[in-house]
């Protein structure tokens, strides 16, 4: 799985975040802002789109079209996989000298549903944290 990571430049890293992104957006411009603002305040984070989401589609389909759908045994299927894509990543940030209660998931919108779903499944997950929108 494709993930995009950013690290401090300007300090020692206080710790990791795997952050979820949004269900159905065009690319991953909330996140990669989220993420700079993360890691401008010392936090690694390393952005981990869903299963069928920014490039994991298949041909012709669009992005998270088929992340969340009428299908719940395929939606059961994405937070599985997504919990099991959560957990490599947190092993590699581990790999890569992060302390594990330094390591935490989050996600925005859909994803903190998925972020709170993983942390249910997996707690060596630090802590895990959910950002949430409405549109008015």
Known sequence: VRAELYEPTSRRPSGAIVLFPIWGGPGLTLE???????????????????????GRQPAGVRSGRMTVSDDLARNERVFRQAATEAGAARRWLRARGYRSDRIAIMGISLGGHVATYVRSVDPAFARFGVMCFAEH
């Open 32 to 54: 990669r802002y989220v993420a700079a603002h993360l890691s401008s305040r010392g936090w690694t984070t390393l952005i981990l789109p869903l299963p069928y989401q920014h």
